[in-house]
T-cell receptor, first 113, second 111 residues
């Protein structure tokens, strides 16, 4: 089945560590996105990529980094510079032709311990 | 800017009643709109979409209404069921641009 897979589902990070969240899609979508969601709140865009080897900052990119070396993969690294990383992270992908909505992964819940 | 501390509005609905979730969108040039449903601990799921050349679109138990004059979008859920309890997001898109998400509404279905 085509879809978008995020792993791990739960992730614990110690203070000062970098961690990487995985996002893989087999939908042949060109664009991929990372969102952060805090409890009881909406989605905030961290980074997005419209094509391989290219990505742009979203609204809250500070303390995060991404890469897009393959069309299928868009990993997100939460660096030690991110002051409050505990949140639910969602990855999404979309095709541009025709313009459609996003397909979301099931999310990764990151907790700082 | 940051929205820390801003909590989702809540709609409490009795089981079997109809639900209406409202959304005001920001860009008059947006030409595509979507409603997503997000259950606790899961990613958002597509419910229904509508293009700007339409006023109404119906799905299974759901109807989306678009009023471009006042930039308003609504989602109606018929005969609300416990499984409809979730957060509902509207989203808008202009051309090939990114989706812009609304803040979301928490729907709580009571017996």
């Amino acid at each position: 089945d085509g879809g978008i897979t995020q792993s791990p589902k739960y992730l614990f990070r110690k203070e000062g560590q970098n961690v990487t969240l995985s996002c893989e899609q087999n939908l042949n979508h060109d664009a991929m996105y990372w969102y952060r969601q805090d409890p009881g709140q909406g989605l905030r865009l961290i980074y997005y990529s419209q094509i391989v080897n290219d990505f742009q900052k979203g609204d809250i990119a500070e303390g995060y980094s991404v890469s897009r070396e393959k069309k299928e993969s868009f990993p997100l690294t939460v660096t030690s510079a991110q002051k409050n990383p505990t949140a639910f992270y969602l990855c999404a992908s979309s095709a541009d032709r025709p313009p459609i909505g996003y397909t979301f992964g099931s999310g990764t819940r990151l907790t700082v311990v | 800017g940051e929205s820390v501390g801003l909590h989702l509005p809540t709609l409490s609905v009795q089981e079997g009643d109809n639900s209406i979730i409202n959304c005001a969108y920001s860009n008059s040039a947006s030409d595509y709109f979507i409603w997503y449903k997000q259950e606790s601990g899961k990613g958002p799921q597509f419910i229904i979409d509508i293009r700007s050349n339409m006023d109404k679109r119906q799905g299974q138990r759901v109807t989306v209404l678009l009023n471009k004059t006042v930039k308003h979008l609504s989602l109606q859920i018929a005969a609300t069921q416990p499984g409809d309890s979730a957060v509902y997001f509207c989203a808008e898109k202009k051309g090939w641009g990114k989706l812009q998400f609304g803040a979301g509404t928490q729907v709580v279905v009571t017996p």
